[in-house]
């Protein structure tokens, strides 16, 4: 009888050993499945929180009715040189940003002319499009550049006199060819008298005040 039950006394302490090493098994399974789950959690946080950082990196700035135009000291003669100056422009703007550098068009002229070329239309164009872009309350300046001349006169005016005449035709036609295309005459002003430069500068200078 006594060795009888000290045999169920053993089977039962080996049960006990077996059912406290399968608890721990357990539990320890579980810790790992545990630190494995929140590793990936964290991982794949980790994984969104890098992709959304790259996806604002890449947002870039884009000109809106929210946008005021300023200006810029870029000065750009062609329209091609425009649209790559606006680019760069925009480069530099920071995404959201609530004003914009737009580049000056620089109209360039024959001499003793005052019509506007067809390259100057297409560069005022380009201009003209990056101004609408923005919410137009910004005013366009208008300047004209004159210099003492080289060539004669008409009689009884001097060479100063004549061509700063030429520079204030150029910059009322340019006035209003913006007029002509919607701009309106309030968001436009022409420079109180035209730019005095030295050399032979035959041009028109419009830009954001």
């Known amino acids: ?52 950082a790259a996806r604002l990196a890449a947002r870039t700035f884009e000109l809106s ?43 360039l002229y024959g001499n003793e002319r005052c019509s506007i070329s067809l390259e100057a239309k297409e560069l005022l164009k380009e201009f003209l499009a990056a101004w609408q872009a923005t919410d137009k309350k910004s005013v366009i300046l208008i300047e004209g550049y004159s210099n003492d001349g080289t060539k004669t006169a008409p009689e009884g005016a001097s060479k100063a006199d004549h061509n700063a005449a030429i520079a204030v035709e150029r910059a009322n036609l340019v006035k209003a060819w913006l007029v002509a295309n919607d701009v309106p005459a309030r968001n436009i002003k022409i420079a109180d008298s035209p730019r005095k430069v030295d050399g032979d500068q035959k041009r028109v200078n419009v830009s954001i005040q």
């Open 1 to 52: 009888m006594k060795f009888t039950n000290i045999i169920k006394v053993a089977a039962l302490a080996a049960l006990v050993v077996v059912g406290a090493t399968s608890c721990q098994n357990k539990k320890k399974k579980a810790a790992e499945e545990a630190a494995a789950k929140a590793a990936a959690e964290e991982a794949a946080r980790q994984k969104a929180a890098e992709e959304e």
């Open 65 to 107: 009715e929210s946008v005021t135009a300023v200006a810029s000291e870029t000065v750009a003669e062609s329209a091609e040189d425009f649209r790559n100056a606006l680019e760069e422009s925009k480069k530099n703007t920071e995404f959201g940003s609530s004003t914009f550098a737009i580049p000056t068009a620089g109209l």
